[in-house]
């Protein structure tokens, strides 16, 4: 793939070396994050990147297998101004409403559990979390249900 200075560019968010963390594994962790403008072309298969603040302990060169052309509509994207990051470069997500609850049946126990849809999913993601970890951390959904 090549990309002309200039062009728009999205990155893609990878978790597994554990330099670059944007919240949780799976399904709700975003697979790019960008538009970012191309400064530079270094040599065949790397690009320099016009980086945002918020990502400024980030070396802003990339391999091309990490980059994907921006085509203008694309929905898996967070858009920097509703991101919060933490000290580890990590996207904190945060849980927008609760639709549904159920227990589920272990071996040895129940576990109560509840549907979530969380804020920076703008296709309808919803995941099923412990209803336990979600009240220690967002009591908040649980007052106005």
Not at 80 to 93: G, N, P, V
Not at 106 to 119: P, S
Request: glycine content about 4%; overall charge positive; aromatic content about 12%.
């Amino acid at each position: 793939m090549n990309f002309e200075v200039g062009d728009l560019v999205l990155l893609k968010v990878s978790p597994r070396k554990g330099i670059l963390r944007f919240g949780k594994r799976g399904k709700l962790s975003p697979r790019f994050i960008g538009p970012f403008k191309v400064l530079q072309r270094v040599r065949n298969q790397a690009y320099k990147m016009e980086l945002v603040e918020e990502l400024d302990g980030i070396h802003n060169t990339f391999h091309v297998c990490y980059l994907r052309k921006f085509a203008g509509e694309v929905l898996d994207i967070i858009p920097f101004s509703e991101m919060k990051i933490d000290e580890d470069k990590r996207l904190i997500e945060d849980p927008k409403v609760i639709f549904d609850r159920k227990t589920k049946k272990l071996r040895r126990k129940m576990v109560e559990l509840v549907l979530v849809r969380w804020k920076h999913s703008y296709v309808p993601n919803l995941t099923w979390e412990r209803e336990c970890e979600m009240k220690n951390f967002y009591q908040h959904l649980f007052f106005n249900a």
